[in-house]
T-cell receptor
Framework: GQNIDQPTEMTATEGAIVQINCTYQTSGFNGLFWYQQHAGEAPTFLSYNVLDGLEEKGRFSSFLSRSKGYSYLLLKELQMKDSASYLCAVPLNSGYSTLTFGKGTMLLVSP | DTGVSQNPRHKITKRGQNVTFRCDPISEHNRLYWYRQTLGQGPEFLTYFQNEAQLEKSRLLSDRFSAERPKGSFSTLEIQRTEQGDSAMYLC?????????????FGPGTRLTVL
């Protein structure tokens, strides 16, 4: 089965850089997703990595190392609106589509 | 806006009552998923459809739960004889699956409270 670990909470200051880590264990690998979820709202897609390396998308970047079972989400130039839960997810063993999510990392950005 | 929509957004019911939720996916998305999320947890997969066919159901989906997607467009999730443990956010997502791993786009969810 899948096992996904993320830190429960992180705090950072506006304008700073923060790295949110995710480690996973799967019997087969079909990529890794990052979603952002503000309180009471739907998860919003941020990134998908299937190959090793860093993918940059504006202020957000996502890194993957398949050999280490490790990913991180890097947020630069933090803004107050980045305060949210960040969810790491991988497809379930039984297929490519259904996702197993980590518990999420609650990021609090302070002034 | 042509995102995923869900109705109602909030539902309060008494234990033992039946409830039904509706999800309208992004137009032309052939896959539709249902997840459940409780406070402090990530979403947990319940079931998914490809067009009108229900392809997979999680062990979390007890006999009291049933989902349909009769015409391959909107879907309904019904919970019979609700229990307090059913209180959660029920999320729907859709994707334009063409093979392999696809990106799922989530709706705003229906928050269920069972008293």
């Amino acid at each position: 089965g899948q096992n996904i670990d993320q830190p429960t909470e992180m705090t950072a200051t506006e304008g700073a850089i923060v790295q949110i880590n995710c480690t996973y264990q799967t019997s087969g690998f079909n990529g890794l997703f990052w979603y952002q979820q503000h309180a009471g709202e739907a998860p919003t897609f941020l990134s998908y990595n299937v190959l090793d390396g860093l993918e940059e998308k504006g202020r957000f970047s996502s890194f993957l190392s398949r050999s280490k079972g490790y990913s991180y989400l890097l947020l630069k130039e933090l803004q107050m609106k980045d305060s949210a839960s960040y969810l790491c997810a991988v497809p379930l063993n039984s297929g490519y589509s259904t996702l197993t999510f980590g518990k999420g990392t609650m990021l609090l950005v302070s002034p | 806006d042509t995102g995923v929509s869900q109705n109602p957004r909030h539902k309060i019911t008494k234990r033992g009552q039946n409830v039904t939720f509706r999800c309208d996916p992004i137009s032309e998305h052939n896959r539709l998923y249902w997840y459940r999320q409780t406070l402090g947890q990530g979403p947990e997969f319940l079931t998914y459809f490809q067009n009108e066919a229900q392809l997979e159901k999680s062990r979390l989906l007890s006999d009291r739960f049933s989902a349909e997607r009769p015409k391959g467009s909107f879907s309904t999730l019904e919970i019979q004889r609700t229990e307090q443990g059913d209180s959660a956010m029920y999320l729907c997502a859709s994707s334009p699956w063409t093979g392999g791993t696809d990106t799922q786009y989530f709706g705003p969810g229906t928050r269920l409270t069972v008293l």
